[in-house]
């Protein structure tokens, strides 16, 4: 059995709560190499990959049916795609977004236990 986790998540609520809360919010959901990677690109790209990776870091938590700590999860790329790295394991993702909606599908795999510690 494959467990599903999908995510949809508004470009606009992320740059706001970053705007708001600066350098703090950014530390707290992403870690240092996803903000490196998003804060090169220019800003409505650079909000866009923000999104996305909220909403792949969501959308693994409803895989995982249980709450994770942002920062123990990443999204990283190998040539052009993405995973989701948690743990030492990487997940399969697909992430996609507009100038408005940033969303994201993960895939956990049979024997990946849900409370996988």
């Keep these: 059995m494959v467990r ?10 992320v740059r706001d709560l970053v705007e708001r809360r600066g350098q703090r919010a950014l530390e707290r959901l992403f870690t240092p190499q996803e903000i490196d990677h998003c804060w090169r690109a220019p800003p409505p790209l650079r909000w866009q990959r923000l ?7 969501e959308a693994f938590i409803k895989a995982q049916g249980r709450p994770i700590p942002w920062r123990e999860m990443e999204v990283v790329l190998e040539g052009r795609a993405p995973f989701l790295s948690w743990r030492g394991q990487k997940f399969p993702l697909s992430l996609s977004h507009t100038p408005d909606l940033a969303g994201a599908v993960v895939l956990l795999p049979e024997g990946v236990p849900p409370t996988a510690r």
Excluded: I, N
């Design 4 to 13: 599903v986790g999908f995510d949809l998540v508004e470009v606009a609520r």
């Design 51 to 57: 999104a996305t990776r909220w909403a792949a870091k």
